[in-house]
């Protein structure tokens, strides 16, 4: 079984994530001793005018980094649901994980567009496999377990951050996190890492709930494009 966390902002300078190359290689220690075996590199794609050549050069100088200490490193992206407003559905599709034709994609936390649905029919419809990115923090998700059901019918897959179950015990994301967990509705658990402290939390959810995850963190079939 090839372990991969297809949720990290481990890249330095590109995002929210990892500040420096120091951070970079604290977090891909910390990877390895929560047991994976491959990162995806998922910075934030939220603009139409983002600076992807600045990611895929970074995504370039940290690869034989995480190649020397024995973990494949792939680029993907968390796409926000934004980007549909500029762009076509097939134009995402670069921004796969892996280079390949999943796409991992973040909505607005506090509310769902109206047309959602639709606009993941229109993902797939050009091919497109849907990861959607930690339900468990969108407002209506937390209100009605039954969206992130209708989720999973439409065909999505479910991804739920390590994150979100070490916050406060009553914590909306945590109850929700849960609920879904117990549905059986949690395809990957990923790290969503920010910073090195991210990937020990990460394997402490993993050890306490990582049997509720519904067969997911099996990822080995990316291609290595971008
Ligand atoms: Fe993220």
Redesign the pocket.
Known sequence: MHRVDI?S?ILPGVDDGAASIEETLAMLQGAKQAGFEAVIA?P?LKRIDADINRIREAYQSAKPLFAAQGLDLYLGF?CHYRLLLDWQPAALRPFCLGGGNVLLL?FPWNGLPLQWERSINELQKVGLEIVI?HPERYAPVQADQSIAVRMVQIGCELQL?AGSLTGGLFSKERVCALGLLKAGLIHYLAS?AHGAADYPAYAWVNTKYGHLISGGALLNTFGDQV
Request: proline letters at 0%; a negative charge.
């Open positions: 949720h902002h998922t934030h968390e973040e990115a951050s969503d």
